[in-house]
């Protein structure tokens, strides 16, 4: 396929996740699916993770997998675009990998829903590689067009089962190392038993930490951690 289809949609910037950073916890079986798919000549999979689930990283990680492969490969997420960006789709079924993310975020919009379903007739007439995400199950999705949820089950569905306290603070050091900063130990039991559960404040969480640590050149210490936290 070729990768020069003419784009139209607003991006934002591409995030460098990769596989080998993910943390997969009991989603190892996820992983190697997405994987697979990669080394396929086609394929669907509709991917439900919830918020912090690392659904978002994945799928960045897929198209970053494809391009470094020579592949031509296209990431989107449908979270609060416009109506106007439906047409954009128009010429992705020419990629070998798209990655459509937060399809639940269009549902009951009859301009993205037909763009959508056309696009997942002319993607599969093509065959390529594709991959939708939705926070919610499929069956919760309230598409109102006809058939668009049909188009959905095409291929293998797959669920992210969230991580436990172990996982999460693997994903925190990875973050950290990636970061290039320390994180105490201390300071990582911190962040797990007060600064939320979701994975994405823990994320958010410990870049705030990691600004007003470089900002102030302060190292790293709960006491830190817990003004901080307390300033959000």
Request: proline share 5%; charged share 20%; glycine share 10%.
């Amino acid at each position: 396929m070729s990768s020069a289809a003419q784009i139209l949609l607003p991006l934002e910037g591409r995030r460098p996740d990769r596989f080998e950073e993910f943390v997969p916890g009991p989603n190892r079986k996820v992983v190697t699916a997405l994987q697979e798919l990669l080394q396929s000549a086609d394929g669907c999979v509709f991917l439900r993770g919830a918020e912090g689930s690392g659904k978002t990283h994945l799928l960045n990680a897929m198209v970053n997998r494809a391009q470094g492969l020579g592949l031509g490969a296209f990431y989107i997420s449908l979270w609060q675009l416009p109506d106007t960006a439906a047409a954009g789709l128009g010429g992705l079924e020419t990629m070998d990998l798209v990655c459509i993310d937060d399809v639940d975020c269009v549902a009951g919009q009859p301009a993205w829903e037909k763009a959508l379903f056309d696009f997942f007739n002319r993607f599969r007439a093509e065959g390529g590689k594709l991959v939708v995400s939705s926070s919610q199950p499929l069956s919760a999705v309230q598409f109102k067009l006809p058939d668009l949820a049909s188009r959905l089950t095409w291929g293998l569905r797959l669920q992210l089962e969230p991580l436990d306290d172990e996982g999460k603070a693997g994903v925190l050091r990875s973050r950290s190392a990636a970061l290039g900063i320390e994180l105490p130990q201390d300071v990582l039991n911190y962040l797990l038993s007060r600064g939320g559960r979701n994975i994405s404040v823990l994320l958010e969480n410990l870049e705030a930490i990691r600004l007003v640590a470089l900002q102030g050149k302060r190292r790293i210490t709960i006491p830190l951690a817990r003004e901080v936290l307390a300033n959000e």
